[in-house]
């Protein structure tokens, strides 16, 4: 049985993390749950709570980066990671920065070549005096 993210108004099953263990960082992620959980004020996080990546902004993950270009396969969320996206909706900018659709999901082989196929596109040889090649943009 998949587990969806907890947060108000979001039931994503894709991309989500674990509640942390540190005490701390627990309670933070349970404060940010409960202030949009009014029905509930005293709303507890079970074992199988969890929340999505529409919830967190970018610098929360140590690999980002990597992850969107198709470089990691996993996203790794920074120890000390707190949630602060409240809203999703279908025009929240956060969404549309980390929603991906299910029709453009590429597998990370497919991205590099793709990518490679773009700097072929844009580096065209050109040959100069003797054997050297020289590469310039168009």
């Given at each position: ?6 947060a ?6 894709n991309?989500i ?9 627990a309670?933070?992620?349970t ?7 009014k029905?509930?004020p005293?709303w ?9 990546i529409r919830h967190?902004?970018?610098d929360s993950f140590?690999n980002y980066?990597q992850w969107q270009?198709?470089?990691a ?5 920074k120890s000390d990671a707190v ?9 929240s ?8 659709p299910?029709t453009?999901k590429?597998t ?6 793709a990518?490679?196929e ?5 580096l065209?040889?050109v040959?100069s005096?003797?054997t050297?090649?020289l590469?310039k943009l168009r």
């Amino acid at each position: 049985m998949p587990n969806y993210c907890v947060a108000f108004g979001c039931s994503s099953e894709n991309n989500i993390f674990k509640w942390p263990k540190d005490g701390k960082i627990a309670k933070l992620w349970t404060t940010f749950v409960r202030t949009k959980r009014k029905e509930v004020p005293e709303w507890k996080p079970s074992s199988s709570s969890v929340l999505c990546i529409r919830h967190f902004t970018s610098d929360s993950f140590t690999n980002y980066g990597q992850w969107q270009c198709g470089y990691a396969k996993v996203l790794c969320k920074k120890s000390d990671a707190v949630p602060t996206i409240h809203t999703v909706s279908k025009s929240s900018t956060q969404e549309q920065a980390f929603a991906v659709p299910e029709t453009t999901k590429i597998t990370p082989r497919e991205a590099r070549v793709a990518r490679r196929e773009i700097v072929k596109d844009v580096l065209t040889p050109v040959m100069s005096e003797g054997t050297a090649v020289l590469f310039k943009l168009r």
